[in-house]
């Protein structure tokens, strides 16, 4: 699912602060070139970017900056809440797959080049901790 950024489209991201993370006001979906479609429902809960507080100088604070709908779909993907289709069959995935899709969603948004690597290398060093197992 190698996709160019302009053939990467984003829904409407609406949230709700819980106080602690936020949740999905509504589904949020992605749909990359002309067959998949990946969907965040309705209920998903985020934290955005995982993003350590020292770092927010660099990175910039988790549910801010261009990553933010990326992240969101990284969190439903660890979660075991994205529904990922391609002509409109369910796929199984795997971590190392949401990370990549991760990466790909951060270029589509045009976040820089050293942010997004810098930010897979963290979800593929530490992620595994918040995976949840299908």
């Known amino acids: 699912m190698v996709a160019t950024p302009d053939e990467i489209s984003f829904g409407t991201l609406v949230l709700h602060d819980t106080g602690a993370e936020f949740e999905l006001a509504h589904d949020f979906v992605v749909r990359i070139g002309g ?11 985020t934290d955005g970017a995982s993003i350590p507080r020292f770092f927010w100088r ?3 604070p988790p549910m ?54 810098l930010m897979y290398a963290a979800v593929r060093w530490f992620g595994a901790t918040r ?4």
């Open 131 to 134: 995976w949840t197992d299908r």
């Open 35 to 45: 067959g998949t479609v990946l969907t965040a429902p309705v209920g998903t809960a």
């Open 64 to 117: 801010t900056g261009r990553y933010r709908q990326a992240a969101v779909i990284h969190d439903a993907g660890y979660t075991a809440d994205l529904q990922w289709r391609v002509d409109r069959a369910p796929i199984d995935y795997d971590r190392k797959a949401v990370d990549a899709l991760f990466l790909q969603l951060m270029e589509a948004l045009g976040v820089s080049w050293w942010r997004r690597r």
């Open 58 to 60: 660099f990175i910039g």
